[in-house]
């Protein structure tokens, strides 16, 4: 069973503040990897996607990748009450391209 | 550009009643999915359709059946409805392989 693991939250900065999501997945064969925003009562929203080792930016948001590890995160830099929302981390298989999503990570931004 | 559309975007229905969610893209996908979303549990995978034709079953598909009418549409339909059946739906697609997942508004479904 595939398997990927997020703190639920809430995870609490002020504003201005950087926000460090985190995300562990437990097939050693993941090749793809995503973070998706939820806002309450909305569907998903892809933010970052990044497939190699290493960090992605765009913008306030930066991805990190360490396979070795087995973990993926996204920073939010200078953190805005409108980046409060559900993070949901997402990661396919081994030769598939399937998602597993991870519960997510609830992000309250304090003004 | 309307992305993913589903309908209707909510529902309720009685034990035992059946329904068809619909969902069309017109992004010129050719995989489509269906999820489920529940408080605790996240988002779960009931059926999937990697292209026109063709489709496969996902981490919770019983209760439910699919069809992938054409390139555009692939619809989920719910047989007999059962109260653990309440969930809000999210169709979605992609253009396969690496390619990320485009959401649709979701279908909020109650069924008592």
């Known amino acids: 069973q595939k398997e990927v693991e997020q703190n639920s939250g809430p995870l609490s900065v002020p504003e201005g503040a950087i926000a460090s999501l985190n995300c562990t997945y437990s097939?050693?064969?993941?090749?793809?990897f995503f973070w998706y925003r939820q806002y309450s009562g909305k569907s998903p929203e892809l933010i970052m996607s990044?497939?190699?080792?290493g960090d992605k930016e765009d913008g306030r948001f930066t991805a990190q990748l360490n396979k070795a590890s087995q973990y993926v995160s996204l920073l939010i830099r200078d953190s805005q009450p409108s980046d409060s929302a559900t993070y949901l981390c997402?990661?396919?298989?081994?030769?598939?391209?399937?998602?597993?999503f991870g519960k997510g990570t609830k992000l309250s931004v304090i003004p | 550009n309307a992305g993913v559309t589903q309908t209707p975007k909510f529902q309720v229905l009685k034990t035992g009643q059946s329904m068809t969610l619909q969902c069309a893209q017109d992004m010129n996908h050719n995989s489509m999915y269906w999820y489920r979303q529940d408080p605790g549990m996240g988002l779960r995978l009931i059926y999937y359709?990697?292209?026109?034709?063709?489709?496969d079953k996902g981490e919770v598909p019983n209760g439910y059946n699919v069809s992938r009418l054409n390139k555009r549409e692939f619809s989920l339909r719910l047989e007999s409805a059962a109260p653990s059946q309440t969930s809000v739906y999210f169709c979605?697609?992609?253009?396969?392989?690496?390619?990320?997942?485009?959401f649709g508004n979701g279908t909020r479904l109650t069924v008592t």
């Open positions: 359709s990697a292209s026109e034709g063709t489709t």
């Open positions: 979605a697609s992609s253009g396969g392989g690496e390619s990320p997942l485009h």
């Open positions: 097939d050693r064969g993941s090749q793809s």
């Open positions: 990044i497939y190699s080792n």
């Open positions: 997402a990661v396919t298989g081994a030769g598939s391209y399937q998602l597993t």
